[in-house]
């Protein structure tokens, strides 16, 4: 399966007359939009914001973050039942706003969503700080649950980015990048000298809210899975999360998987990458043996020299990752697992809630536990009200002065178990 993503540059936002990009510059129709949103019987209310890099913007609670993308070319549209038909999607061409995100905001589970500051220390630590961000914050109706707002809000960010999308189907890309993976026995045969690797991904499928959706379908209801890599790059995978903003998987991570990229990188040189299973985080014991038991098992069926396994969350799910992780090694397969740490405040705590001797290759996103003081913003999109009870914060982390003192748990994206983030370890 051959994808081409045509990159279309987007420097600015700005509202306008119509919904267009001229000139690396993103005009968004406000109306258009809120009139998009508004068809959902289940939202009351809808407002559209902007949010450029470098603005004293404050915005939280954050939901999703999508990135703006079309088919142009190709069988399927974004997001596969999701707003789109059950087609398979990965091939043909697909061009990107990139620099450009939709932002979804509102009061959900506010204690398990995020905060991105637009400027000052809080930016450095999530990456959608240097986006131009569109951002939608809507209102539930009267007597609708929280599970209906949470489905209300996703569907509306994506269909959203969809739209705004649409902007760029014919605006010729700034530069195009080619990705491809060949059916298993073609792909092998290309590079018989090289090890075979694939990617390992685990989705957070918990429930009451902690949610992955894949084609369309509750990730709880899967067994593990292969999918092309690029079927990802299409909104195949889509987030449902309300958990720590810190280690979420918002829709824009899997857009742009950064493990996926960096393996295609390699792909032909290194290794060779063979392709993405795709497995859940179970709740019950009896699950979690069925998902990892699968996944070591498509290990062992490709006949694989090494895997990459990477999580989502933390907690329950660390032994997902711990099971997953002994089981491929235990068939003989050199196995690497990214994840992120919940060490305490000093560090000084154990990282994971598992371990095991086989699990000794691991790349950490950080720690979750570690503080920061956001300083006061001039400007607040969506609520302060959750700041004293989300994850990572506490009572008084919202001080009289404007400022906020939090573990870098409440900023979205900061611990990233894809990698999608800023922070590493210098080695002396």
Same mark, same amino acid.
């Given at each position: 399966?051959?994808?081409?993503?045509?990159?279309? #540059?987007?420097?600015?936002?700005?509202? /306008?007359? &119509?919904?267009?990009?001229?000139?690396?510059?993103?005009?968004?129709?406000?109306q258009e939009i809120i009139d998009l949103v508004m068809q959902d019987e289940h939202i009351t209310n809808v407002d559209v914001d902007l949010a450029r890099p470098g603005e004293s913007v404050r915005?939280?609670?954050?939901?999703?973050?999508?990135?703006?993308?079309?088919?142009?070319?190709?069988?399927?549209?974004?997001?596969?039942?999701?707003?789109s038909k059950v087609d398979q999607v990965g091939s043909g061409r697909t061009h990107v706003l990139k620099g450009a995100a939709v932002m979804t905001v509102g009061k959900i589970v506010g204690f398990q969503e995020g905060i991105i500051d637009m400027t000052g220390p809080g930016a450095d630590f999530t990456?959608?700080?240097?986006?131009?961000?569109?951002?939608?914050?809507?209102?539930r109706g009267e007597g609708i649950e929280a599970h209906q707002h949470e489905a209300a809000l996703r569907t509306a960010? #994506?269909?959203?980015?969809?739209?705004? /999308?649409? &902007?760029?189907?014919?605006?010729?890309?700034?530069?195009v990048l080619e990705f491809e993976t060949k059916p298993v026995l073609e792909q092998v045969a290309q590079y018989p000298e090289l090890p075979k690797v694939m990617y390992v991904q685990m989705i957070q499928t918990q429930g009451l809210l902690h949610d992955t959706y894949v084609y369309g379908v509750d990730g709880k209801q899967i067994i593990p899975t292969i999918l092309y890599p690029t079927e990802t790059m299409d909104g195949a995978i889509v987030s449902g999360n309300c958990v720590s903003a810190c280690d979420k998987n918002t829709t824009y991570h899997h857009q742009n998987n950064p493990v996926v990229k960096a393996m295609y990188g390699k792909h032909g040189k290194?290794?060779?990458?063979?392709?993405?299973?795709?497995?859940?985080?179970?709740?019950?014991?009896?699950?979690?043996?069925?998902?990892?038991?699968?996944?070591?098992?498509?290990?062992?069926?490709?006949?694989?020299?090494?895997a990459i396994v990477s999580q989502e969350g933390f907690g329950n799910p660390d032994t997902d990752l711990i099971m997953n992780a002994k089981k491929i090694e235990q068939k003989g397969v050199k196995t690497v697992i990214i994840t992120d740490e919940y060490a305490g405040r000093d560090g000084a705590s154990q990282s994971l809630a598992d371990a095991d001797p086989l699990a000794n290759a691991v790349v950490t996103g950080g720690n979750a536990n570690e503080t920061i003081i956001l300083p006061k913003m001039d400007k607040v999109i969506g609520t302060l009200d959750y700041v004293d009870i989300c994850a990572g914060g506490f009572d008084g982390s919202l001080r009289e002065d404007g400022t906020i003192m939090v573990e870098i748990q409440a900023i979205t994206g900061a611990t990233n178990e894809l990698g999608f983030n800023k922070m590493s370890a210098t080695g002396y």
């Amino acid at each position: 399966m051959r994808l081409e993503l045509g990159n279309i #540059l987007i420097k600015d936002v700005q509202f /306008g007359d &119509a919904t267009k990009v001229e000139d690396h510059v993103l005009y968004v129709n406000k109306q258009e939009i809120i009139d998009l949103v508004m068809q959902d019987e289940h939202i009351t209310n809808v407002d559209v914001d902007l949010a450029r890099p470098g603005e004293s913007v404050r915005i939280t609670p954050v939901k999703d973050v999508v990135e703006p993308r079309v088919k142009v070319d190709g069988p399927g549209g974004m997001f596969p039942g999701m707003i789109s038909k059950v087609d398979q999607v990965g091939s043909g061409r697909t061009h990107v706003l990139k620099g450009a995100a939709v932002m979804t905001v509102g009061k959900i589970v506010g204690f398990q969503e995020g905060i991105i500051d637009m400027t000052g220390p809080g930016a450095d630590f999530t990456p959608f700080s240097k986006l131009n961000n569109v951002v939608l914050l809507v209102e539930r109706g009267e007597g609708i649950e929280a599970h209906q707002h949470e489905a209300a809000l996703r569907t509306a960010g #994506l269909k959203v980015a969809a739209y705004l /999308g649409e &902007a760029g189907r014919n605006v010729e890309p700034d530069e195009v990048l080619e990705f491809e993976t060949k059916p298993v026995l073609e792909q092998v045969a290309q590079y018989p000298e090289l090890p075979k690797v694939m990617y390992v991904q685990m989705i957070q499928t918990q429930g009451l809210l902690h949610d992955t959706y894949v084609y369309g379908v509750d990730g709880k209801q899967i067994i593990p899975t292969i999918l092309y890599p690029t079927e990802t790059m299409d909104g195949a995978i889509v987030s449902g999360n309300c958990v720590s903003a810190c280690d979420k998987n918002t829709t824009y991570h899997h857009q742009n998987n950064p493990v996926v990229k960096a393996m295609y990188g390699k792909h032909g040189k290194d290794f060779n990458f063979l392709g993405l299973i795709v497995t859940n985080e179970n709740v019950y014991l009896a699950d979690k043996e069925r998902s990892s038991n699968m996944t070591a098992k498509f290990v062992e069926y490709f006949g694989l020299d090494g895997a990459i396994v990477s999580q989502e969350g933390f907690g329950n799910p660390d032994t997902d990752l711990i099971m997953n992780a002994k089981k491929i090694e235990q068939k003989g397969v050199k196995t690497v697992i990214i994840t992120d740490e919940y060490a305490g405040r000093d560090g000084a705590s154990q990282s994971l809630a598992d371990a095991d001797p086989l699990a000794n290759a691991v790349v950490t996103g950080g720690n979750a536990n570690e503080t920061i003081i956001l300083p006061k913003m001039d400007k607040v999109i969506g609520t302060l009200d959750y700041v004293d009870i989300c994850a990572g914060g506490f009572d008084g982390s919202l001080r009289e002065d404007g400022t906020i003192m939090v573990e870098i748990q409440a900023i979205t994206g900061a611990t990233n178990e894809l990698g999608f983030n800023k922070m590493s370890a210098t080695g002396y």
